[in-house]
T-cell receptor, first 114, second 116 residues
């Protein structure tokens, strides 16, 4: 049981480059989330999805895009990388509303934009 | 919108002693969950303990327990018999149960160090 798998674990991008952070889960969870973690700021929600074909913005969506074509996968796309996007990114999943469990998190991706 | 506040950025505890990490939150809802997550240097987010707002009894998981004060909107974490492996960043988090798509709102976190 792999849980939530994120790739890559580390990445250095140049300003203006694009990349996709991959996230996949094998628990048949309906809900998936992308957070970014900045020092001293906690985790901020970027985008989330409540099922295949459905996505919605979180607190800090600017500069990012997502898609949810399958239940398992929820990739996060950075189109034009900026230094402000230097952060640690976490993908997480949850079975759904009114479920007492917290999230299952991936191990994170550390992204540096130079 | 809900907010979660962790006002202490850092704390330190002697091994085998007890430490309490503070958390307050702001909400107008009556139905919600509260969580404490641990993030060691490995970066992995680990669920430590959860509390349902409708339960008056404080949650306990081995050496970890909470003091949930619903009227005061306070949710502190007590770690008893602290161990070196408890050194990590700890996040308090809130989740609404009223159609908010299970989104978690996190505090800024507190870094706990354990002195041998």
């Amino acid at each position: 049981n792999a849980g939530v798998t994120q790739t890559p674990k580390f990445r250095i991008l140049k300003i203006g480059q694009s990349m996709t952070l991959q996230c996949t889960q094998d628990m048949n969870h309906n809900y998936m989330y992308w957070y970014r973690q900045d020092p001293g700021m906690g985790l901020k929600l970027i985008y989330y999805s409540v099922g295949a074909g459905i996505t919605d913005k979180g607190e800090v969506p600017n500069g990012y895009n997502v898609s949810r074509s399958t239940t398992e996968d929820f990739p996060l796309r950075l189109e034009l990388a900026a230094p402000s996007q230097t952060s640690v990114y976490f993908c997480a999943s949850n079975l759904g509303d009114r479920v007492r469990n917290g999230y299952t998190f991936g191990s994170g991706t550390r992204l540096t934009v130079v | 919108a809900q907010t979660v506040t962790q006002s202490q950025p850092e704390m330190s505890v002697q091994e085998a002693e007890t430490v309490t990490l503070s958390c307050t939150y702001d909400t107008s809802e009556s139905d919600y969950y509260l969580f404490w997550y641990k993030q060691p240097p490995s970066r992995q987010m680990i669920l430590v303990i959860r509390q349902e707002a409708y339960k008056q009894q404080n949650a306990t998981e081995n050496r970890f327990s909470v003091n949930f004060q619903k009227a005061a909107k306070s949710f502190s974490l007590k770690i008893s018999d602290s161990q070196l492996g408890d050194a990590a960043m700890y996040f308090c988090a809130y989740r609404s149960e009223s159609g908010a798509n299970s989104k978690l709102t996190f505090g800024k976190g507190i870094t706990l160090s354990v002195r041998p």
